[in-house]
């Protein structure tokens, strides 16, 4: 009996010392996120980044005014004449707010959820994305990027 509350005790132990150590990864993860604001048509919304390459290369030409094609009724996207470093994955599923990068050229936003074949680096996410179909509207959209 003494062995089997031994083992129990040392499990329970090593749980809390695993979820503890989860939880801190996640804390120093927030703690080193970047967050920015958009603009869109009047309302502002605040963006988490990633931290990664075309990221960086991204907030170094902040602040920045993009002007925002439609395409698919599901995502608005601005060109760059320059490449960004892409890291693509499958993603999946894309949800309203997320932002990505497509073909090394392309910054997406994303206002629908919808799943997707397509592999995308990701840029970051709109914290909350309420309204942001709206906000962005039809056809084109002027999306304002400030640190």
């Known amino acids: ?3 089997l509350w031994f083992i129990a005790a040392l499990v329970a132990v090593l749980c ?3 979820c503890g150590a989860e939880s801190s990864r996640a804390e120093q993860k927030n703690a080193s ?12 919304y605040t963006a988490v980044l990633e931290d990664n390459p075309a990221v960086r290369q991204l907030m170094a030409k902040s602040p920045m005014i993009l002007e925002m094609e439609e ?7 601005y060109q760059f004449a320059e490449s960004f470093p892409a890291a693509d994955e499958d993603i999946g599923q894309i949800h309203a707010g997320d932002i990505m990068l ?3 050229h392309y910054v997406v936003i994303f206002y629908k959820d919808f ?5 995308y680096t990701r840029l970051g996410h709109i914290d909350n994305p309420q309204g942001l179909a709206e906000a962005l509207g039809p056809g084109k959209a002027v999306v304002s990027f400030q640190k």
């Open 1 to 3: 009996m003494g062995k």
């Open 16 to 18: 809390v010392s695993g």
């Open 71 to 77: 395409l698919n009724g599901n995502e608005k996207y």
């Open 33 to 44: 996120a970047v967050t920015i604001k958009l603009n869109i048509s009047q309302q502002e």
């Open 115 to 119: 799943p997707s074949q397509y592999r």
């Open 102 to 104: 497509f073909a090394g």
